[in-house]
């Protein structure tokens, strides 16, 4: 088990890109453990590699402890939304951005292709929980947080709380 820091609002590798895996080989198997083990230790329901640090399009989600109907344990690398249909509203938190929680709209259903951990393309379906977990940690895929979706007027209201998250994450400095 490898549970590895989960970086927090303000950190500058949140806001970047993350690049496509070239090959499905044990390095990218490694990190998708370490993305289960960090986000079942930090209870949450989903986690992408960027928020370990790590710049690759691979994310991870299990919405089984809080929606058990529908949803299951997924490993995704390079995801990409192929259509996505509807519209729904649901209080998001995220482990980057402890504390907080606020509505965020998005399309209801998604159809994406990835590739599983065995390097093989698969396209598939996810509605429901499912598809709110996938689209938000591909979110971080882009360098985007949900407080980034919010109007401006909403997340003033998450200013107080995200400047004091932002102060506790500076990037870990050389100890002399
Ligand atoms: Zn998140």
Do not use: W
Request: hydrophobic share 45%; with cysteine.
């Amino acid at each position: 088990m490898a549970q590895r820091k989960i970086l927090t609002y303000g950190h500058p590798t949140l806001k970047r890109k993350a690049a496509r895996v070239a090959g499905v080989d044990e390095s990218v198997r490694a990190i998708v453990k370490d993305l289960f083990d960090s986000m079942y230790a930090a209870r949450g329901i989903g986690l992408a590699a960027p928020q370990i640090d790590e710049l690759l399009a691979v994310i991870v989600v299990d919405p089984t402890p809080i929606s058990p109907e529908g949803t299951r344990a997924l490993a995704l690398i390079n995801p990409l939304v192929l259509s996505y249909a509807g519209s729904s509203v649901f209080e998001e938190g995220c482990l980057s951005v402890p504390g907080t929680f606020a509505e965020v709209r998005r399309p209801e259903s998604v159809r994406v292709s990835y590739l599983g951990c065995d390097g093989d393309e698969r396209i598939e379906d996810f509605a429901g929980m499912m598809a709110r977990a996938v689209q938000h940690e591909m979110d971080h895929l882009q360098g985007v947080l949900f407080v980034d979706r919010l109007s401006r007027m909403r997340r003033s209201l998450l200013t107080k709380r995200l400047r004091e998250i932002a102060a506790d994450s500076q990037p870990d400095r050389p100890v002399l």
